[in-house]
């Protein structure tokens, strides 16, 4: 069995890519968020406390709208709520007599590709793995909002918001690939897509603020997808 030092070394290693990724994609976050009015600490630390790109980007749209604090909880709470599921998956791979304090120090970090590459161990989890990618994957977030905004702030503005674009071209890139490979998801996308646009529309709707229109377009939609799409079980 590897020493925990070689597995955080390990994790060190496998954690470098995900931190220069994390850092690109974290610097259009840091735009984003020059452009809701965060200081380039403040942006910083929220990276640092909420590393998911969808629940950041949710946060800093609802600021910059203006919408209260329980939109905002909740609505981060939804776009994050699959890391609910990965916790659940990944607590199976650590070894059952695990302490808890190691298993809520994974469960702190645990995004797409830090998950990706942990369930991917072999055998059982080494939480020192993890903490190794984890080390790395966390100040390429942080650093790469800071800069973002840092940034943000001597660029010209048709410059800052020429680069603002580039975090809608990185949710395209996240939907495109699967609305290619699954009719049902490209419907579902094409779907939100005119229930958005609707919805910015209807009278009816006019005095909701843009906070709770997200929350109830994104549930809805989800739920209904659940229940008349669901994901067909593969047998090992």
């Keep these: 069995m590897e020493s925990n030092q070689t597995c955080f070394r390990r994790g060190v290693r496998d954690g470098m890519p995900i931190a220069l990724g994390y850092f690109a994609v974290a610097f259009t976050l840091g735009i984003a968020a020059k452009n809701a009015g965060f200081t ?4 910083m630390v929220e990276s640092l406390t909420n590393n998911a790109s969808a629940g950041e980007y949710a946060v800093f749209s ?13 609505m981060t709470l939804v776009a994050n709520a699959r890391y609910l599921l990965m916790s659940c998956a990944l607590s199976q791979k650590l070894a059952p007599d695990t302490p808890l304090y190691h298993r ?17 161990y072999p055998g059982r989890l080494n ?26 702030n001597v660029l010209p503005l ?37 229930a958005s646009f609707l919805a ?12 709770i229109k997200t929350i ?12 008349l799409f669901p994901v067909k079980e593969v047998a090992e």
């Excluded at 120090?105 to 991917?120: H, K, M, N, P, Q």
């Excluded at 680069?163 to 890139?173: E, N, Q, T």
């Design 104 to 120: 809520m120090l994974v469960a702190y970090d645990v995004t797409d590709e830090v998950f990706g590459i942990s369930i991917a």
């Design 200 to 211: 910015g529309r209807w009278p009816f709707l006019a005095a909701v603020s843009p906070g």
């Design 62 to 74: 609802l600021v910059g709208a203006g919408a209260g604090y329980w939109e905002v909880a909740v």
């Design 127 to 152: 939480p020192w793995y993890t903490y190794g990618a984890i080390a790395v994957a966390i100040p390429g977030w942080g650093l790469g909002t800071f800069f973002g905004v840092v940034v943000g």
């Design 158 to 194: 048709r410059l800052v918001s020429a680069l603002s674009v580039g975090l809608y071209g990185m949710f395209l890139a996240i939907i495109v690939p699967p609305a290619r490979q699954d009719r049902v998801v490209l419907g579902l996308v094409l779907l939100s897509f005119a």
């Design 40 to 43: 380039a600490v403040q942006a």
């Design 216 to 227: 109830l377009l994104t549930v809805a939609i989800s739920l209904g997808a659940a229940v």
